[in-house]
């Protein structure tokens, strides 16, 4: 039986062809390649995980430059993260083809957002999970997973949902900044910046992950949050019962749809641009010609 993921239910909403493309490991091998962003992003979730790891980093001892060190070590692939070395080697050659300048700048970048989220974050936080993955079932023929960022158990017993985004958040969510700046330099007026805003309850993968934790931890999800680490946001929601219901039914019936699907039909997108596939698939290439769309694979990344 498979397992579903909520970002791969999404990208099955997306574009059918796009999901089965990156189902089929020869083909997600020959053409999936990393970005700069999920180099940056990768490397500042494993230093995350590992800085509110207590038995790597007692609370006394998370400082900033800890988090940075640990930040560069996973770029690396070295110290903690030695077991990665040759896949970090190949996912930065594949992501800057030996341009160390281009390497250097995303790197400051994202020693820049680990600095803000530094500014306001809880220290001495002890989450129950970090960058683990958990299943449920959820129907005989649907098993929902999902590999969730942080689960804190709150003082009332309750429990939060963390996910660290990396990228821009959403041009349409509550609260989201204006377009992107270049990446700038720490400024202390940044520690108060920070925005917390309520978000609806349409998130499907903040809720996929409300739901696997109340399943699988039988305890109450009182708050899904993502963490916007370059923005200053956070964007959160409460669920209910009767949200996570529906939520269910929504997710197994998009599950079930995917299960059925024969032919994974292309559908063009405003995304086709920077879909690693797009060398593969005629109707998303025509999409873009079209209407004039001049970035070639791998050169951009849609933040
Ligand atoms: S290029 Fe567009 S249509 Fe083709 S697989 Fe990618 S997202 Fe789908």
């Not at 430059?65 to 930065?92: H, P, S, T």
Request: aromatic share 10%; glycine share 6%; proline share 8%.
């Amino acid at each position: 039986m498979p397992t579903f993921y909520p970002t791969q239910i999404q990208t099955y909403l997306q574009c059918p062809r796009k999901y089965a493309f990156g189902k089929d490991r020869d083909v997600k091998a020959k053409y999936a390649k990393a970005s700069p962003h999920m180099v940056l992003g990768n490397a500042a979730h494993d230093a995350l995980q590992n800085f509110f790891d207590v038995g790597r980093v007692p609370p006394a001892e998370r400082t900033v430059e800890r988090l940075q060190d640990l930040f560069r070590d996973a770029w690396a692939g070295r110290g903690l993260f030695a077991r990665n070395r040759y896949k970090q080697r190949e996912a930065r050659e594949q992501a800057f083809a030996g341009d160390s300048a281009a390497e250097a700048a995303w790197g400051r970048k994202g020693l820049d957002m680990l600095w803000r989220f530094f500014q306001t974050a809880d220290r001495t936080a002890v989450p129950l999970t970090a960058e683990q993955f958990h299943e449920i079932w959820l129907t005989e023929h649907v098993t929902l997973g999902g590999k969730i960022d942080r689960i804190d158990r709150r003082p009332d017993g309750t429990l939060e949902v963390i996910d660290y985004k990396t990228g821009k958040p959403p041009r349409t969510a509550p609260g989201a900044p204006a377009p992107p700046a270049a990446p700038s330099a720490p400024r202390a007026e940044d520690a108060s910046r920070r925005v917390s805003r309520a978000l609806g309850t349409d998130d499907l993968q903040l809720a996929a992950y409300a739901l696997l934790v109340t399943k699988k931890f039988r305890g109450r999800v009182a708050r899904c949050t993502y963490v916007f680490l370059n923005d200053d946001l956070d964007l959160w929601f409460e669920p209910t019962e009767a949200d996570l219901a529906a939520k269910e039914a929504e997710i197994v019936g998009h599950c079930e749809r995917i299960l059925a699907d024969r032919t994974f039909a292309p559908s063009p997108n405003a995304l086709c641009p920077w879909c690693d596939y797009r060398a593969i698939c005629p109707e998303g290439e025509e999409w873009c010609r079209s209407r004039g769309a001049q970035t070639e694979p791998g050169d951009e990344i849609p933040f």
